[in-house]
């Protein structure tokens, strides 16, 4: 009977609070629009949903790391852009599409490692060192393709984003497959359970016998290759590089992880959250679109639903100081 019950508390406390008010909130969404359009409410809509959040998606699952670790990145926007023109780039040179895709790859893991070398060696705040990052790889995007778009012929590159799987496709794959992966890791690994610890409180998780440092580092370099893949994925959709591309990607990427339930303070927040944060941010996004609502109008509602994430997370955390406060009394009691 006990075991029962402590595996009903186990399910509730998973789905309950916090998911249960992003469900009805997406459950809104979804009545909201659907009454406004009926095509909303349709398989075609749901698919080409899933696609359009498949590149907040990826980035998202660096970001859920990066926030839990007590750090964040304002440079994926940016990275992505620069990502499409240079797979775009490379192949119009000749390049063949494997190592073309490779060398992007490894254009996103060196770009993570410059964001950890200012953040660990120089010690600048996470936020003015992505910003830095944000504005440096914008401009290379913008001089490597003379500021045009660089279209891209290469047909198995365009597979990428638009062959299909089961009538599913594939970038969707691949963002369940990401979180799928790092969701488990996050969760299950050694890795994962120093995310958390460094995010709660860097100085005790070195005295732990941490490495704090090289998880941070590990973190900027997970969410550059995610990025830049994500930004292949864009351009292989697109049929293009285009270094105008992908402005505010960051911003929906962590509203959708803060309203998920991921602390801005860090140390706290798991991906399934995040599947939901997200889906939440391009239900809404796409409903303004089908609605026809102005693109200004979109940028203040995008950012209203920003603050309330903001806010929502900063209510999260006086309840849990309370609760904590309130065990507290208990023991000393």
């Known amino acids: 009977m006990e075991k029962g019950t402590a595996q009903k508390r186990k399910i509730t406390d998973f789905i309950g609070g916090d998911k249960l008010i992003l469900l009805g909130a997406i459950a809104v969404v979804f009545i909201l629009f659907t009454s406004l359009n009926k095509n909303y409410f349709t398989m075609t809509n749901f698919i080409n949903l899933m696609v359009a959040m498949s590149l907040v998606g990826l980035v998202s699952v660096g970001h859920t790391y990066l926030i839990i670790a007590g750090q964040n990145d304002l440079s994926p926007g940016s990275l992505a852009a620069f990502s499409g023109v240079l797979a775009a780039l ?9 190592l073309a895709i490779a060398i992007t790859l490894l254009g996103g893991l060196i770009v993570g490692e410059f964001n950890a070398w200012m953040v660990n060696q120089i010690k600048l705040e996470a936020f003015i060192a992505t910003l830095v990052t944000q504005n ?6 913008y001089i490597m393709c003379g500021g045009k778009p660089i279209s891209i012929a290469n047909k198995a590159y365009l597979a990428i984003g638009k062959l299909r799987i089961i009538g599913i496709p594939v970038s969707v794959w691949l963002m369940i497959l990401a979180y799928v992966v790092f969701g488990f890791i996050l969760a299950k690994t050694k890795f994962g359970r120093s995310v958390y610890a460094i995010g709660g409180s860097k100085e005790a998780a070195r005295l732990a016998g941490l490495n704090p440092n090289r998880i941070i580092r590990r973190s900027f370099v997970l969410i550059g290759m995610l990025t830049a893949l994500g930004g292949i994925v864009f351009s292989s959709r697109m049929n293009s590089g285009q270094p105008a591309a992908n402005v505010n990607l960051e911003f929906d990427a962590i509203t959708g992880v803060i309203l998920g339930g991921v602390s801005f303070a860090g140390g706290v927040g798991d991906m399934f959250g ?3 944060g997200v889906f939440l941010i391009q239900a809404f996004n796409t409903g303004l679109i089908m609605v026809n609502v102005s693109t200004f109008w979109q940028y203040v ?7 309330f994430a903001l806010t929502s997370d900063y209510i999260r955390k006086q309840r849990r100081e309370k609760e904590l406060l309130e065990a507290s009394m208990k023991n000393l009691g």
Not at 136 to 141: K, N, Q, T
């Open 90 to 98: 490379l192949l119009s040179k000749g390049v063949p599409i494997i």
């Open 136 to 141: 440096i790889v914008r401009g290379f995007a």
């Open 274 to 276: 995040t599947i939901l």
């Open 301 to 307: 509602a995008r950012g209203a639903l920003l603050l």
